[in-house]
């Protein structure tokens, strides 16, 4: 391959037909270490999936259709952006029903301090389960409202476990958990919403 400040030239050999028939051509092939992980988004989908994450490439890659395998078995096909060198390529390759996350709302009681003039809180559980038969690390990703308005604010009142990452300006939550075959782990979240007493607000 030839790189210039604007294009790229890729040299094949091979035999194109002229009779207008597709005609496909090699033009590279590489071998990338991955990192595979599974990825639960709980707000998305209950289900889990498996993702497989490259190191920074040392050459760009063309946009195009990637085919998919697990284990020699195909899984799906997606498309794949263009990656410029020093960029990192993350695939999902589909989901696995043997790990699931689901999020459940937490109904607040009656003449609790969830409510009043001014002050809203809201709440959810996670509950994880790893039913593949080995022990595995699994990653959870959530995230809580982020006000765009200085009279509103929102802050994580309680989160059990501490997230082992929490980005607090763009609200996104992680968890790192390792959970054994069969075994299952419950995150709680409650956030609070406080606004001027005058005003309503609502929450989809």
């Given at each position: 391959m030839e790189e210039t400040l604007t294009d790229r030239i890729f040299t094949a050999k091979g035999n194109v037909e002229g009779d207008n028939s597709q005609t496909m051509l090699l033009l590279n092939e590489l071998s990338l270490p991955i990192t595979v992980s599974i990825e639960c988004i709980p707000v998305l989908s209950p289900q889990a999936w498996i993702v497989a994450s490259t190191e920074k490439v040392e050459d760009p890659l063309l946009a195009g259709q990637a085919d998919l395998f697990i284990d020699g078995v195909g899984s799906g096909r997606t498309s794949v952006p263009q990656v410029a060198r020093g960029e990192i390529i993350r695939l999902a390759f589909g989901q696995t029903?043997?790990?699931?996350?689901?999020?459940?709302e937490i109904i607040p009681k009656e003449g609790s301090n969830w409510l009043g003039k001014g002050k809203l809180a809201q709440g959810y559980t996670i509950n994880v389960t790893n039913g593949l038969p080995y022990e595995t690390e699994l990653v959870i990703k959530d995230r809580i409202p982020v006000s765009a308005q200085e009279k509103i604010t929102v802050s994580a009142e309680s989160l059990d476990p501490q997230p082992t990452e929490q980005d607090s300006k763009k609200g996104?939550?992680?968890w790192k958990l390792k959970l054994r075959s069969g075994e299952q782990k419950k995150l709680s979240v409650i956030y609070r919403l406080s606004f001027p007493a005058e005003e309503e607000i609502w929450i989809q």
């Open positions: 029903p043997s790990v699931t996350a689901a999020r459940e996104f939550l992680t």
